[in-house]
């Protein structure tokens, strides 16, 4: 052996079990981070060529400050360093264990002259030597995921995919994957270095300089059996350990929530509503002029799904029975059946609302509302002589581009008050849903009934429904992956910490302790990670989904308003609950599965 660093190959053989969880965090976080950036770089080239087919080579001189590109390499930019930090704290976590398992190794080099800086190098050379295998495979994984995610939006997606480039390599994405994978090592890597090279030459005997210091009180065992109690202190002692341990789950939870968010973000940018329609029938001049007739033509064509419509009357003279509210005028729309069916479907109305009064010919009506509106739930308006009442109110203004109803009050009602309140039968706006496989022929013949006394609208080419199912694809997609390395991270801490306590069970099980009370104590040590990781994940999380929800959905959305993000919060809290019960069943099974001696006498 011509170097001691002729010792990391070897120990990179000895260590392949104990390594495995390291390097599949290191693949983990190469594979995002390429997948991510190549992603980036694939949208701004589809919209190079989007731009080169619409305006010429003269339109990409403006492509530098294109908004689009900003976007996509901003939101690569920010993944990039949540992944990074992801990735430090993870693999720091199995660094660490791998160094508390070989105290007895580290102290023995320092007993043949290793000085602390070779310590140093040493582990810091030793993980590099990780990302030999990890970053190719991250970077390979990286492309073949960003090959199938192109071809799914090309070819299954379409629409506004048509010029997304399949088979493209991104220098970008493999550059930074690389980047990510040394710079995450190196970072991890720096403490559990300078620890190993505290092991002083006389734990070469003892072999396991946790926890050294003395003990001047025994472990609570008031309230606690005495196994839960260790397993408690095991968790607590060492508060490097904790706080590591603590922000590895933490970041699993707050990366959860933060993603959350973005699914809300995707909901208000290309809202999905049931009742949209691909093609719109207009009056002229907004009047009610189009013949109720029309919609049962229409009804029985080819290539038709479904036709309802609404009838409207604008500047109403009205009475509110509030005394803050002066005499106004009001907007009166009315709602087919159907129409009325998908605002609660489509969950548009405030808590509260009883839209089942509302069907048939009643007096009851729904309102639109904003966080400005004085309107409430049982407030009534006089319309003539006829006096309507509010029985729910919509979370915001679908009339409005913004959604705010800007001082103006707007009543739905259905279409049998309407006509019972205006005496009005035919509509202003007819509504048609198609089916999947109408063709322009089908569309043709629609036109042709419709005639030119009305605008015919065919909107087939701006539904965002593909669009929008892409986009929540990538975001559910990278909320699975969070909550798999959660799991990950979880069981391979866990099983770290386990490794690292190995001569201390061997001591338990040789003075008496059972096989269950051992499993009890993992359990213990690993709940109480789990708990302060959940206590840090929620507190931080939740502040900063409603930072990011405020910033992204709240500034430019005014009607949205930010809740407790429940679901998210119990999916991703189960996930580390249940990652904990299966991080104690392999280790405790590699107890049971070795002798109290080989316990005692292992490394």
Not at 154 to 183: C, Q
Not at 587 to 602: G, H, L, Q
Request: proline share 2%; net charge positive.
């Amino acid at each position: 052996m011509k170097s001691y660093l002729s010792l990391i190959p070897i120990s990179a053989k000895v260590h392949r079990r104990q390594n495995r969880m390291t390097l599949l965090c290191i693949i983990f976080a190469v594979f995002l981070v390429t997948a991510v950036f190549s992603m980036a770089d694939m949208g701004v080239r589809m919209e190079k060529i989007r731009l080169l087919n619409k305006h010429g080579s003269m339109a990409l001189q403006g492509l530098s400050s294109n908004e689009t590109a900003h976007t996509l390499y901003s939101t690569a930019i920010v993944l990039f360093v949540l992944i990074l930090i992801s990735g430090v704290l993870m693999i720091s976590s199995s660094i660490n264990s791998i160094v508390a398992q070989r105290t007895k190794f580290f102290g023995m080099m320092r007993c043949i002259g290793m000085s602390k800086q070779q310590i140093i190098r040493f582990v810091r050379l030793e993980s590099l030597n990780w990302c030999k295998t990890a970053v190719p495979i991250g970077v390979i994984l990286g492309i073949i995921i960003t090959w199938g995610l192109c071809a799914l939006l090309r070819f299954v997606v379409v629409e506004e995919f048509s010029d997304m480039p399949v088979f493209g390599i991104s220098p970008i994405g493999i550059i930074s994957g690389i980047v990510v994978g040394i710079v995450t090592v190196l970072i991890a890597a720096s403490v559990p270095a300078k620890r190993a090279a505290k092991v002083s030459s006389i734990t070469a005997v003892s072999g396991n300089s946790q926890n050294t210091k003395n003990m001047t009180y025994g472990v609570n065992t008031r309230f606690l059996k005495i196994e839960t109690a260790l397993g408690i202190h095991h968790a607590v002692s060492a508060k490097k350990n904790l706080i590591l341990m603590t922000s590895s789950f933490a970041l699993s939870i707050i990366l959860f929530l933060s993603f959350s968010v973005m699914i809300e973000f995707v909901n208000c940018l290309m809202p999905q509503s049931s009742n949209a329609s691909e093609i719109n029938i207009l009056s002229n001049k907004n009047s009610n002029s189009i013949n109720s007739e029309l919609l049962y033509k229409i009804s029985n064509m080819e290539g038709v799904e479904r036709v309802f419509g609404r009838r409207n009357l604008l500047d109403i003279p009205a009475e509110l029975n509030k005394s803050n509210v002066p005499s106004n005028t009001i907007d009166i729309i009315s709602y087919d059946e159907f129409d009325l069916d998908c605002l609660t479907k489509d969950k548009q109305l405030k808590k509260g609302s009883d839209i089942s009064k509302v069907y048939g010919d009643s007096k009851y009506v729904l309102a639109t509302w904003d966080k400005e509106s004085t309107l409430e739930i049982g407030d009534k308006i006089r319309v003539g002589s006829k006096e309507l009442e509010i029985a729910g109110l919509l979370k915001f203004d679908p009339f409005s581009s913004d959604g705010n109803t800007n001082g103006k009050i707007t009543i739905i009602t259905s279409g049998e008050t309407f006509r019972n309140l205006t005496g009005i039968n035919d509509y202003s706006l007819v509504m048609i849903q198609t089916k999947k496989n109408v063709t322009d022929e089908n569309v043709k013949a629609i036109h042709d009934v419709v005639g030119g006394e009305y605008k015919f609208n065919d909107q087939r080419d701006q539904q965002t429904t593909s669009t929008y199912m892409a986009f929540l694809f990538f975001v559910y997609g990278f909320l699975a992956i969070i909550a798999l390395v959660t799991v990950l991270n979880i069981m391979n801490s866990i099983s770290m910490s386990v490794s690292a306590r190995i001569k201390q069970y061997g001591s338990m099980r040789a003075i008496g302790m059972d096989e269950h009370q051992i499993t009890k104590m993992i359990a213990a040590e690993a709940f109480t990670y789990a708990l302060s990781g959940c206590a840090v994940g929620c507190i931080v999380g939740l502040l900063i989904s409603k930072l990011l929800y405020d910033n992204l959905i709240t500034s430019h959305f005014n009607y949205a308003t930010w809740s407790v993000p429940v679901i998210p919060l119990l999916i991703i809290i189960l996930f580390v609950f249940i990652a904990s019960v299966a991080a104690v069943y392999a280790p405790s099974k590699r107890i049971r599965n070795i002798s109290v001696t080989e316990m005692i006498n292992e490394l």
